[in-house]
């Protein structure tokens, strides 16, 4: 018996899949603790939950610090709560060929998409497992397949992927349920964030952020190992794990090129009659 209220953490919940994953976990009946760099979205979202009879705490914290973890776990101490379940979600990616991209901030996605989603996933398993509660780690698609032009991104998604799934075996003996989703495109801030267009978001494995945080809730709840959200994607998985590597990089690059930026200027208007 713990002394702590269980609280549900969610990462990147100030937009996005983030924010769709919060409202589904409180509309179930979690109380979740907020966590995202921007406070003022993570407050209106605070005060949407309330306004709907849920319970939601504002953790303002830049996750791709080394310290915030403690961080997180000092300021819920102060606050009574200890986590049940870690909503791994604030990630990004860059577009563009890794050499030309900013090895910098490629390091930086590095340290929140990988390091820092396994300090948290790790950090509070006792927790977690008094509580019956366990791990949802956002993944993606491109987690399947090597991303020419996205290359670092979707190598950080393999870890997600390839880390979530080992620990749903290594924790179920710890009564700690490990879920990871891999969503399609999804028309948020990430594609602004990336450099790239939002031609993927217009295809047919595009999914609202709504309906993925849906499907991933009802996946953890059930204790399910992975998600895929949408048959079109559940589809799209598979074609990696069965085609030559050469057709996967291949077939990867070309769907790639759906994302370029349309250059300075783009739609041309066309010239005015005098
Ligand atoms: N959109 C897609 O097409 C797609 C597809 C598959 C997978 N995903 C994955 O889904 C997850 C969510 O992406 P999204 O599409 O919802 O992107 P988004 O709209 O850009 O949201 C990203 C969230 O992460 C937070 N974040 C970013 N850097 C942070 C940092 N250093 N510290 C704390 N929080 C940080 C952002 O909040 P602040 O800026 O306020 O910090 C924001 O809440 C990511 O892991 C992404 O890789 C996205």
Redesign the pocket.
């Known amino acids: 018996m713990s002394i702590f209220r269980p609280v549900t953490l969610i990462?990147?919940?100030?937009?996005?899949?983030?924010r769709s994953l919060a409202k589904v976990f409180a509309a179930h009946g979690h109380e979740v603790a907020l966590?995202?760099?921007?406070e003022d979205?993570l407050q209106d979202l605070a005060r949407e939950i309330a306004a709907a009879g849920g319970r939601a705490h504002v953790v303002p914290?830049?996750?791709?610090r080394a310290d915030a973890p403690a961080r997180i776990s000092h300021e819920l101490l102060s606050r009574g709560l200890e986590p049940a379940v870690v909503v791994n979600?604030?990630?990004?990616?860059l577009f563009g060929p890794a050499h030309e991209l900013d090895r910098g901030e490629q390091l930086a996605m590095i340290e929140?998409?990988v390091r820092t989603l396994t300090d948290m996933s790790l950090r509070w398993i006792d927790s977690l497992g008094r509580h019956g509660g366990g791990i949802l780690n956002?993944a993606?698609?491109?987690a399947f397949a090597p991303g020419p032009n996205m290359a670092v991104y979707y190598a950080t998604?393999a870890f997600v992927l390839s880390f979530s799934e080992a620990l749903h075996r290594e924790l179920a003996e710890k009564n700690v349920r490990v879920t990871v989703v891999c969503?399609?495109?999804?028309k948020?801030?990430?594609q602004a964030?990336a450099g790239m267009s939002d031609g993927m978001?217009r295809s047919l494995l595009a999914q609202p952020?709504d309906r993925v945080a849906e499907e991933a809730y009802r996946g953890f709840a059930a204790g399910k190992r992975l998600v895929i959200p949408g048959f079109a994607n559940k589809v799209a998985a598979l074609l990696p794990r069965l085609a030559p590597r050469s057709l996967v990089l291949s077939s990867a690059r070309k769907w790639q090129k759906r994302a370029t930026p349309k250059p300075e200027g783009w739609p041309r208007r066309t010239q005015q009659k005098a």
């Not at 990147?12 to 983030?18: C, L």
């Open positions: 990462t990147g919940a100030s937009a996005g899949i983030g966590i995202a760099r921007r979205p914290v830049d996750l791709a979600n604030a990630g990004f990616g929140l998409n956002v993606s698609m491109a998604k969503p399609g495109p999804v948020t801030e990430f964030r978001t952020a």
